[in-house]
């Protein structure tokens, strides 16, 4: 347990592992929270029954779904109504994809479609039109690329800002078509921990949508790594559709999808067909321990966000200060840094720079970097893409962040448990890999 961990005497998911390693990856998952796998282990034994059975067993489980709804909608601004129980973001980001493509086929009318044949110039008239970013997760990413294949939808990707990080909202609005059926842009993003403004975009997107609503464009928002670091609050938002992904905020590998108004506000299509469960919109009997362990963990986001959120702001801007410190302020590159820019509290991306670690190996140098780290566990970039290191990062790349420094870079993102003795081991760890690989052997003490 950590030197200056916050919670009474409680312990909280420890970042230092039996043999002293240190885990400073919490972008790519989080341990369970204590209090969590106690939920799914109670859930697993007591409420075991068919939340649809209308005896005990069934209806305790069911109880335990609806309480879980609950904390979950109170997380993030919605009603218990508003929150559909899916198996984690990708399937979220899927649906609402899915989504809005089969609403545009079924209700933006065939005279309409017709008509938009001929106002538009790019040949894909007709098709519904969605607007995302070059730097979403593949899980929108390859469904909207998957989509544009198929030629059952058209995509633009609009490209981040090089001055920002950001996605800014005059590309989004500069990107709408009349056949723009639905935005999705991420709230955070996973590898520089960039907040995206997606508040602004819908205020802006919802005066278009009143001058027409009858093509009225899906406003969907990837909140994965938002939420449990930063207040994430659907309706001040301003979106229809918010992806909720458990395992970011410690809780175990299931999520939700945020509808406002499923079927009735903001359409909804299933993906699957089956037994009438979450209201037929995700059928299937439902994964009741999953679905306790998740509400415990958005009820504890509900209790402890600030404490969660400063203590991992501070021991960021402590990592950064130590980086700096140790390495020399002409030596380290953040990467997420950009004037005027916020990002997650607990994201560092930063590269430390010299060519003398690149050498004429293939793998980026935050990869030769990490591996002789006898400490720290961390990554380069998306946690999904680890297996595949020979490039860098391509939203490294498309921040506008130079070929030399991104493939320099290492995700550093720290958790609620994260001490500044960590910090400090790690800074060392990062020095002695630093200067083995720059043929110094052991670093001048
Ligand atoms: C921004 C973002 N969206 C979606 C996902 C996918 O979530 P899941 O792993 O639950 O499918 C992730 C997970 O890495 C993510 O970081």
Same mark, same amino acid.
């Given at each position: 347990?950590?030197?200056?961990?916050?919670?009474?005497?409680?312990s909280?998911?420890?970042?230092?592992?039996?043999?002293?390693?240190?885990?400073?990856?919490?972008?790519? !998952? !989080?341990?369970?929270?204590?209090?969590?796998?106690?939920?799914?282990?109670?859930?697993?034994?007591?409420? @075991?029954?068919?939340?649809?059975?209308?005896?005990?067993?069934?209806?305790?489980?069911?109880?335990?779904?609806?309480?879980?709804?609950?904390?979950?909608?109170?997380?993030?601004?919605?009603?218990?109504?508003?929150?559909?129980?899916?198996?984690?973001?990708?399937?979220?980001?899927?649906?609402?994809?899915?989504?809005?493509?089969?609403?545009?086929?079924?209700? @933006?009318?065939?005279?309409?479609?017709?008509?938009?044949? #001929?106002?538009h110039?790019?040949?894909?008239? #007709?098709?519904?039109?969605?607007?995302?970013?070059?730097?979403e997760?593949?899980?929108?990413k390859?469904?909207?690329?998957?989509?544009?294949?198929?030629?059952?939808?058209?995509?633009?990707?609009?490209?981040?800002?090089?001055?920002?990080?950001?996605?800014?909202?005059?590309?989004?609005?500069?990107?709408?078509?009349?056949?723009?059926?639905?935005?999705?842009?991420?709230?955070?993003?996973?590898?520089?921990?960039?907040?995206?403004?997606?508040?602004?975009?819908?205020?802006?997107?919802?005066?278009?949508?009143?001058?027409?609503?009858?093509?009225?464009?899906l406003?969907?928002?990837?909140?994965?790594?938002?939420?449990?670091?930063?207040?994430?609050?659907?309706?001040?938002?301003?979106?229809?559709?918010?992806?909720?992904?458990?395992?970011?905020?410690?809780?175990?590998?299931?999520?939700?999808?945020?509808? =406002?108004?499923?079927g009735?506000? !903001?359409?909804?299509?299933?993906?699957?067909?089956?037994?009438?469960?979450?209201?037929?919109?995700?059928?299937?009997?439902?994964?009741?321990?999953?679905?306790?362990?998740?509400?415990?963990?958005?009820?504890?986001?509900?209790?402890?966000?600030?404490?969660?959120?400063?203590?991992?702001?501070?021991?960021?801007?402590?990592?950064?200060?130590?980086?700096?410190?140790?390495?020399?302020?002409?030596?380290?590159?953040?990467?997420?840094?950009?004037?005027?820019t916020?990002?997650?509290? =607990?994201?560092?991306?930063?590269?430390?720079?010299?060519?003398?670690?690149?050498?004429?190996?293939?793998?980026?140098?935050? @990869?030769?970097?990490?591996?002789?780290?006898?400490?720290?566990?961390?990554?380069?970039?998306?946690?999904?893409?680890?297996?595949?290191?020979?490039?860098?990062?391509h939203?490294?790349?498309?921040?506008?962040?130079?070929?030399?420094?991104? !493939?320099?870079?290492?995700?550093?993102?720290?958790?609620?448990?994260?001490?500044?003795?960590?910090?400090?081991?790690?800074?060392?760890?990062?020095?002695e890999?630093?200067?083995?690989?720059?043929?110094?052997?052991?670093?001048?003490?």
């Amino acid at each position: 347990m950590g030197e200056d961990a916050n919670h009474d005497g409680q312990s909280l998911s420890d970042c230092t592992d039996q043999d002293g390693r240190i885990y400073m990856d919490y972008n790519a !998952t !989080t341990p369970l929270e204590p209090e969590v796998a106690e939920a799914i282990t109670e859930a697993l034994k007591e409420a @075991w029954g068919n939340p649809s059975s209308s005896y005990l067993p069934g209806r305790k489980a069911k109880q335990i779904i609806d309480r879980s709804r609950a904390s979950i909608a109170s997380m993030v601004g919605a009603r218990a109504d508003d929150i559909v129980f899916v198996s984690g973001g990708t399937e979220a980001n899927n649906l609402v994809l899915h989504t809005a493509i089969s609403h545009f086929y079924q209700s @933006w009318g065939a005279a309409k479609l017709g008509r938009l044949v #001929g106002d538009h110039q790019s040949g894909k008239a #007709g098709l519904p039109h969605i607007i995302t970013s070059n730097v979403e997760h593949d899980s929108v990413k390859l469904t909207a690329e998957n989509l544009l294949k198929e030629g059952k939808a058209d995509v633009t990707f609009v490209e981040a800002s090089a001055m920002t990080g950001r996605v800014e909202v005059e590309d989004v609005l500069a990107a709408i078509r009349p056949n723009t059926c639905l935005i999705s842009i991420m709230l955070a993003n996973n590898e520089t921990g960039v907040l995206m403004p997606v508040k602004e975009l819908c205020e802006r997107v919802r005066v278009l949508n009143e001058q027409q609503p009858s093509s009225a464009i899906l406003l969907h928002t990837d909140g994965a790594q938002a939420i449990g670091k930063v207040r994430v609050d659907a309706q001040d938002l301003g979106v229809d559709y918010l992806t909720i992904v458990g395992h970011k905020f410690y809780g175990p590998r299931i999520g939700a999808l945020y509808v =406002n108004g499923p079927g009735t506000t !903001t359409p909804l299509f299933p993906m699957f067909f089956g037994g009438g469960q979450e209201r037929n919109f995700r059928p299937g009997t439902e994964n009741t321990a999953m679905i306790a362990g998740l509400g415990k963990a958005a009820e504890l986001v509900n209790l402890h966000l600030h404490e969660y959120e400063t203590h991992m702001r501070d021991t960021r801007k402590y990592l950064e200060q130590q980086l700096q410190a140790v390495f020399g302020k002409e030596k380290i590159h953040f990467n997420s840094h950009f004037p005027g820019t916020e990002t997650l509290p =607990n994201t560092c991306n930063v590269s430390v720079l010299g060519p003398g670690l690149q050498g004429n190996a293939t793998a980026p140098a935050g @990869w030769k970097v990490l591996s002789k780290c006898r400490k720290l566990l961390a990554s380069v970039g998306a946690a999904c893409h680890s297996d595949r290191g020979e490039r860098p990062s391509h939203v490294l790349l498309s921040c506008g962040i130079l070929p030399e420094v991104a !493939t320099n870079a290492l995700r550093l993102s720290v958790g609620r448990a994260t001490t500044k003795r960590d910090v400090d081991l790690v800074v060392a760890d990062l020095r002695e890999a630093v200067c083995q690989l720059e043929g110094q052997g052991q670093c001048p003490h």
